[in-house]
């Protein structure tokens, strides 16, 4: 039995879109004579679809690009995500389903079972649970349909403790002799060599061969990097689908094993934390403007690594000729900032523009003169630097259709070192969850074979600029502390005493945790980021602004 594995980028709500590109991926398949042809989850409505789920006509709609699906089948059998209407006598109204059709006609339907209910999922709220399995028998072979979660209940998992039943057991009880797992699982790092882990210790347990599909592109913050799977019963991964980009390969399932079919040189290397993170913003950064409508992206380039990183990546994503760099030089920006920001743009070759923000700033100092009359220059003055520079950034976007890209990093929106209505100005917060320390990391993948950003943006003491040799450090600890402590207070959810026993000095964590939790109001404000770590800010990360909570 020939198997073709679509492992495809789709947008949510595009049903023509999707559709026409499954049913050419199909078409795909039957002239490579496959028997059977797999798509991802949800493949029909683009994942994730989210409160979209509450409208009927959505549902709807996905329900009639099925039908067109379907009608498209005679000659072969496709395994297709969707969501399907409730059949059951009570519960939610929908189900995240995968329907087995073959020539024209809906054989079954295959229901989730698991339904995560945490960090970016939130799949309890739409569907209700599959209440039992069922075995595909085609032309004499047996296999059964997962969906995503549902392969994530291996003893050795904390997902273990979520559920109380196991899906890939009770298939193979029913006499499964091959699992499908179609999926839309997101990238963070570390993610890939952990699926590649679960799918082949499953393959062993069960002594069977698995499937994993997985689904590919960005959408909102979350970004799905493929890498889709095919692993014989002994655990070994015979065929592989690419990372961060679409991929259509075959395998073949003979004899109780899993055999790769047209396969030149498959690499199964999972790759790198950080090629495999540039590659996830990348992605991330070209669905969202393309997804969303944008020509161009619009960047302030200032000379510093934050900044030069998120161009970088962005002349990858949509090309040099859709970047516009711009500086905004001010009376306490350095000659080599201004001159670190040109040869980057050039590096790049990017457009590059200058718009001095001294006269603005004057104007606004003369204008608050009489209100601030007698008293010391502080932050204010400094915020209002910041806030000239994002005025000028939306400036350009109104005027010219841009989308701005802002240049925060993880550390930073961490401890609001930051100015709303400011820096913090922008439609993408391209490395808001990039601690500082990866920030450089990236910079030196970015410039592993040539040199794009100049050496002194890397090497030079990171400054916001916004008064006389002003440092990050005389208001943060050194990067290398703070991102420790962040990493431990945030992804790991440590209290303050578990911290302190990790080696950092308590002062310090005290210091670092109160300003987390003093600046939730601006991360609450601040644009939507890219997710590459275990928690980033934004869906997975529920915390309330108006509360007293201290942590001990």
């Given at each position: ?10 947008t949510?709500g ?9 049913c ?13 042809v ?23 709609r996905?329900l ?11 000659g ?13 006598k009570?519960?939610?109204p ?13 054989i079954?339907?295959?229901?989730k079972?698991?339904?995560p ?15 039992a ?12 349909i ?6 994530w ?5 904390f ?14 009880d ?7 797992n179609?999926?839309?699982s ?26 994993y599909?997985?689904q590919?592109?960005?959408n909102?913050?979350?970004i ?9 019963r ?17 395998v ?21 934390d ?10 991330g ?11 161009k ?11 030069a990183?998120?161009a970088s ?7 040099r ?5 711009v500086a ?10 201004l001159?670190?920001?040109?040869g980057?743009?050039?590096?790049l ?35 209002l630097?910041?806030?000239m ?24 929106l961490?401890?609001?070192?930051c ?5 913090m ?11 500082k ?9 970015i ?7 100049p050496?002194n ?15 990050d450090q ?9 991102d ?37 109001y601006?991360r609450?404000?601040a644009?939507p980021g890219l ?22």
């Amino acid at each position: 039995m020939k198997i073709a594995i679509c492992q495809i980028n789709t947008t949510v709500g595009a049903f023509k879109e999707n559709t026409e590109k499954v049913c050419a991926y199909i078409d795909k398949a039957k002239r490579r004579g496959c028997d059977i042809v797999v798509f991802p989850e949800m493949v029909v409505t683009g994942y994730p679809p989210e409160d979209l789920l509450e409208r009927p006509d959505f549902i709807n709609r996905n329900l009639e690009a099925l039908e067109i699906i379907k009608d498209h089948t005679m000659g072969i059998a496709a395994v297709v995500g969707f969501v399907d209407k409730n059949t059951f006598k009570n519960g939610k109204p929908l189900c995240n389903a995968s329907a087995f059709i073959c020539n024209k006609q809906v054989i079954s339907k295959h229901y989730k079972m698991l339904l995560p209910n945490y960090d970016v999922f939130d799949e309890q709220r739409y569907f209700e649970p599959a209440k039992a399995v069922s075995v595909i028998d085609h032309n004499g072979v047996k296999f059964g349909i997962t969906i995503c979660e549902d392969i994530w209940n291996s003893d050795d998992m904390f997902n273990n403790s979520l559920y109380h039943v196991n899906p890939v057991k009770e298939l193979v009880d029913h006499g499964a002799e091959f699992i499908i797992n179609i999926s839309a699982s997101p990238f963070e790092k570390g993610k890939i060599k952990e699926r590649f882990s679960l799918v082949t210790n499953l393959a062993i347990k069960h002594n069977i061969p698995f499937l994993y599909v997985n689904q590919v592109g960005g959408n909102d913050d979350l970004i799905f990097d493929g890498n889709s799977i095919a692993v014989n019963r002994d655990g070994k991964i015979v065929n592989k689908g690419a990372g961060f980009c679409e991929d259509f390969f075959f395998v073949e399932i003979r004899d109780k094993d899993c055999n790769a079919v047209d396969v030149a040189d498959v690499s199964i290397d999972p790759g790198d934390d950080i090629s495999n993170i540039y590659k996830a913003l990348v992605l991330g950064v070209n669905d969202y403007v393309r997804k969303c409508g944008f020509k161009k992206v619009v960047i302030g380039l200032s000379g510093g690594i934050d900044s030069a990183v998120v161009a970088s990546i962005a002349s990858h994503a949509v090309g040099r000729d859709k970047v516009v760099g711009v500086a905004m030089p001010s009376i306490y920006s350095a000659d080599d900032s201004l001159g670190d920001a040109k040869g980057l743009a050039e590096n790049l070759g990017i457009e590059f523009k200058v718009i001095p923000i001294k006269m603005i700033h004057s104007a606004f100092i003369k204008t608050l003169e009489s209100e601030f009359a007698g008293l010391a220059p502080d932050i204010t003055e400094e915020n209002l630097q910041a806030r000239m520079r994002g005025n000028i950034m939306m400036a350009l976007s109104n005027k010219f259709g841009y989308l701005v890209l802002t240049t925060g990093n993880k550390s930073e929106l961490s401890v609001g070192y930051c100015t709303l209505y400011g820096d913090m100005c922008g439609g993408l917060a391209v490395i808001s969850d990039v601690p500082k320390i990866m920030v450089y990391d990236l910079a030196r993948y970015i410039n592993i074979n040539r040199v794009v950003i100049p050496i002194n943006t890397i090497e030079k003491p990171p400054t916001a600029e916004l008064k006389p040799d002003q440092k990050d450090q005389d208001s943060l600890p050194p990067y290398e502390i703070l991102d420790g402590i962040l990493k431990a207070y945030i992804e790991e959810t440590r209290n303050i005493q578990e911290i302190v026993n990790m080696g950092y000095f308590e002062k310090t964590v005290r210091e670092v945790v109160k300003m987390v939790d003093r600046n939730e109001y601006k991360r609450n404000q601040a644009a939507p980021g890219l997710r590459v770590t275990s928690k980033a800010f934004g869906t997975g990360r529920r915390v309330p602004i108006a509360q007293a909570y201290t942590n001990h």
